[in-house]
């Protein structure tokens, strides 16, 4: 009998290279400044000693998250738990806004008013491996910023002038919530939104790509696959073809794209040819200008399969918005950097960590419509990836409840920092029309609906 062919296991040469190579830049990456004063020492102090104060009712909120994870647009229980926080802390919020169900939302004013920021919390958890992106430490880090800043505000009175809004943004994992929420005015009246997300790292600044989602059909003629084979037009065949067309594209696509697809129909008997056959794919890139660039290729690619084979297609694209590739505000970064040094960690500039571990998140969609942070905060060992068991159990660590602390902090702080500095928050408004906000997102897609 002829040998039974083995599973090749991935050889992990290139993944110990690159942390080798991660960890020489990190060790000579330069310490993250800022031209700006921020807010006032007694602010900020006041801040850290109201975090503490609330560590305790964060951690268990984080924990209660963890134990029940809920999966995208159904965290009834999860939002209900930030209510019911948010109200022992005498904080009103409203379940069910911005036409999400389980969107949460609170709002409070300090002072005169003045300039508002976005704090955003997420919340939804992973199908079959609960919280191993780590939503209930970005959740339990928004609410305690939030929560912070309310009881400075109301310990000093007069203390400094802004409006605070807490958002819980449902269906991130897969979908785009933060889109559904901006479409019904979510993000309107807003200065700045900031976030955390827990990772191996702490990063202030790193790539997230855009994402868009289709679904190819592809429409044929069945047929005896013996007898008249020549009387079929084979869908399966398109589906290949589209497949093959995409692997061979791979060649020409900008290094740190990514393109993954799965063939979900392709036919019932071996018998019959296939007259349908179906492809779901996710299609990444780094700009947003390259993501359109990239769809337009997959179009054609897809259009051409179904043209060889003499079949039909449909293609539809996005059964939720696209995500959109994170525009980092450079000095509302640099805060977030400041604020982390004060607790003892070093936030890494972009560049340290490579871009080729890049994901996606649809905090990408506020960062075009207004200035906008999302940091990394490290609660795991760099080698634990996210969206495994192994990073889930990271989320319920001692090291995931220490990182809520010192992120609930680092947000707060970045928060008094663009309220309190009037020349902080000019140069935010000026990084973001540089980088060419605010985008008018459907114009970017127009012509591949």
Not at 165 to 171: E, M, N, S
Not at 184 to 209: C, K, N, R, S, T
Request: proline share 5%; with cysteine; net charge negative.
């Amino acid at each position: 009998m002829s040998a039974q062919p083995r599973l090749t296991r991935p050889d992990p040469y290139y993944s110990q290279q690159v942390a080798a190579d991660t960890g020489q830049r990190l060790a000579s990456a330069p310490a993250i400044t800022s031209a700006f004063d921020g807010a006032p020492a007694a602010l900020l102090d006041a801040t850290a000693d109201a975090v503490a104060a609330l560590h305790p009712a964060l951690s268990a909120l984080a924990s209660a998250l963890h134990a029940d994870p809920e999966t995208a647009f159904e965290e009834v229980r999860s939002a209900r738990r930030i209510a019911d926080l948010l109200a022992s802390e005498g904080a009103e919020a409203k379940v069910g806004v911005h036409g999400l169900d389980t969107a949460v939302r609170s709002e409070f004013t300090a002072g005169s008013g003045g300039r508002t920021i976005g704090v955003l919390a997420e919340y939804d958890a992973l199908p079959k491996i609960g919280h191993a992106c780590g939503h209930n430490v970005i959740c339990a880090s928004g609410v305690g910023a939030y929560l912070a800043l309310r009881r400075v505000a109301e310990a000093n009175p007069g203390a400094f002038d802004g409006r605070v809004v807490l958002l819980g943004t449902p269906g991130e994992e897969g979908h785009t919530g933060k889109e559904y929420m901006a479409r019904e005015g979510a993000f309107d009246g807003l200065d700045a939104a900031i976030m955390v997300h827990p990772y191996g790292y702490d990063v202030a600044e790193q790539v997230w790509l855009g994402r868009r989602t289709l679904q190819v059909v592809f429409t044929g003629i069945t047929a005896h696959a013996s007898a008249e084979p020549f009387m079929g037009r084979n869908a399966l065949d398109a589906a290949s073809l589209f497949y093959q067309g995409i692997g061979l594209l791979r060649q020409q696509m900008i290094p740190v794209d990514r393109v993954h697809a799965v063939i979900v129909e392709g036919g019932t008997r071996a018998s019959v040819i296939p007259e349908r056959a179906v492809v779901d794919l996710y299609v990444r890139s780094k700009y947003a200008e390259t993501l359109a660039d990239l769809s337009h290729r997959i179009r054609d690619i897809a259009n051409g399969a179904a043209l060889m084979a003499g079949v039909g297609v449909q293609i539809n694209w996005d059964k939720h918005p696209p995500s959109l590739p994170v525009l980092a505000n450079g000095p509302l970064t640099e805060r977030w950097a400041i604020s982390q040094a004060a607790r003892g960690r070093r936030a890494l500039p972009l560049g340290v960590v490579p871009e080729s571990l890049a994901a996606s998140t649809d905090f990408g969609n506020v960062s075009f419509r207004v200035p906008g942070i999302h940091p990394l905060i490290k609660i795991a060992d760099s080698d634990v990836a996210l969206h495994t068991r192994a990073f889930a159990d990271a989320a319920a660590s001692d090291a995931a409840y220490a990182a809520v602390a010192d992120a609930a902090y680092g947000l707060a702080a970045t928060a008094l920092d663009f309220l309190t500095d009037d020349a902080l928050a000019e140069a935010v408004h000026a990084d973001f029309v540089a980088a060419g906000g605010p985008r008018d997102i459907d114009a970017l897609f127009a012509g591949l609906q």
